[in-house]
């Protein structure tokens, strides 16, 4: 078994964007875990903005991923047990702008194109779409 220590000083590094934040709140809200892609279209941030994120959150210990075909899926890392008080505080910061309230209105719309459970579409957004390219 791999155990993981995260350190606190990166771990709040990795919360003091606005960006990640919605990234972690997204996940948590819904328990899912989310390709690039679903991200992207979600968020609608450029994938090469969003995928640098990620990797902030992954090295700080926030997120795992697991590739799948062409895909990887982001997962919020729940253990240990002060992770799901960290993300419970994510979850009830104020919303004033509805920011957040959109990405999971997007999110949630986005996640019904999956087929068997996964992603198989690619970015739909077209401006991110050419910007990935």
Same mark, same amino acid.
């Given at each position: 078994?791999?155990?993981?220590?995260?350190?606190?000083?990166?771990?709040?590094?990795?919360?003091? $964007?606005?960006?990640?934040?919605?990234?972690?709140?997204?996940?948590?809200?819904?328990?899912?875990?989310?390709?690039?892609?679903?991200?992207? $279209?979600?968020?609608?941030?450029?994938?090469?903005?969003?995928?640098?994120?990620?990797?902030?959150?992954?090295?700080?210990?926030?997120?795992?991923?697991?590739? $799948?075909?062409?895909?990887?899926?982001?997962?919020?890392?729940?253990?240990?047990?002060?992770?799901?008080?960290?993300?419970?505080?994510?979850?009830?910061?104020? $919303?004033?702008?509805?920011?957040?309230?959109?990405?999971?209105?997007?999110?949630?719309?986005?996640?019904?194109?999956?087929?068997?459970?996964?992603?198989?579409?690619?970015?739909?957004?077209?401006?991110?779409?050419?910007?990935?390219?």
């Amino acid at each position: 078994m791999h155990t993981l220590t995260i350190q606190p000083k990166t771990l709040f590094r990795a919360l003091a $964007d606005g960006t990640r934040l919605r990234i972690i709140r997204l996940l948590v809200t819904t328990g899912e875990e989310a390709c690039l892609c679903e991200l992207v $279209d979600s968020l609608k941030e450029p994938a090469y903005k969003l995928s640098r994120h990620l990797k902030i959150l992954r090295q700080s210990g926030l997120l795992s991923a697991q590739k $799948d075909g062409s895909w990887i899926y982001h997962r919020l890392v729940t253990k240990p047990l002060y992770m799901k008080k960290l993300t419970a505080t994510v979850c009830a910061l104020p $919303d004033p702008e509805q920011v957040f309230q959109a990405d999971l209105t997007r999110f949630e719309e986005r996640m019904g194109l999956r087929e068997g459970g996964r992603c198989r579409v690619g970015i739909l957004t077209n401006d991110l779409k050419a910007e990935a390219r």
